[in-house]
């Protein structure tokens, strides 16, 4: 039996329209991820790539302003580093000049305090547990939203520290965290 994926005709320039204004309409996207989805659905590389040119003309599609609106997003909602949106972006088939204007816009002091407030939410969790682990687990956390040990352990020491934990102190005495 034929593989009936698709209902669309491929040669269809109208539905081709219809379809990517309908993935529009769920939440922004960027040209790639439209291009990719619609050639999914069957349609002809032309069509899609008269339409996806034709629908940046008139700015329903522009990957600078969702890259912008993306780090905007994610930094201030996840608390995501700016190599983490980076390579999100990367993924979503932005254009490279586009992810680095975008990431541009989070500054150092920026980032250090989206890591600084995960890390005091974090903690909260982890009261009664020894400190060896809340460190682990605080600097574990931030190095999967893709802070590095520059960031990591000078917050981790704050918050540790305005939480007047002993495990403070295994900070300046473990080096090996560097």
């Known amino acids: 039996m034929k593989n009936q994926r698709s209902t669309s005709k491929p040669n269809d320039p109208e539905a081709a329209r219809q379809y990517c204004l309908q993935l529009l309409s769920g939440r922004p996207r960027t040209?790639?991820?439209?291009g990719d989805s619609m050639r999914r659905?069957?349609?002809?590389?032309?069509i899609v790539a008269e339409i996806l040119e034709r629908y940046a003309e008139v700015g329903l599609i522009d990957d600078a302003v969702f890259a912008?609106?993306?780090v905007d997003s994610r930094h201030r909602s996840r608390g995501l580093s700016k190599k983490v949106l980076a390579g999100e972006l990367r993924r979503k088939g932005v254009d490279?000049?586009?992810?680095?204007?975008?990431?541009?816009a989070v500054s150092d002091e920026d980032e250090r305090e989206a890591a600084l407030a995960l890390a005091r939410r974090r903690y909260r969790s982890l009261a009664g547990q020894p400190d060896e682990a809340v460190l682990?687990?605080?600097?574990?956390?931030?190095?999967?939203?893709?802070?590095?040990?520059?960031?990591?352990?000078?917050v981790v020491k704050q918050v540790l520290a305005e939480a007047e934990s002993e495990a403070a102190e295994l900070l300046d005495v473990d080096a090996h965290f560097e």
């Open 41 to 46: 659905k069957g349609f002809e590389e032309t």
């Open 136 to 154: 682990r687990k605080l600097v574990g956390m931030l190095a999967r939203k893709g802070y590095g040990s520059g960031v990591a352990i000078p």
């Open 96 to 104: 490279p000049d586009f992810v680095e204007a975008a990431v541009e």
């Open 68 to 70: 912008r609106a993306w």
């Open 31 to 34: 040209r790639t991820e439209l």
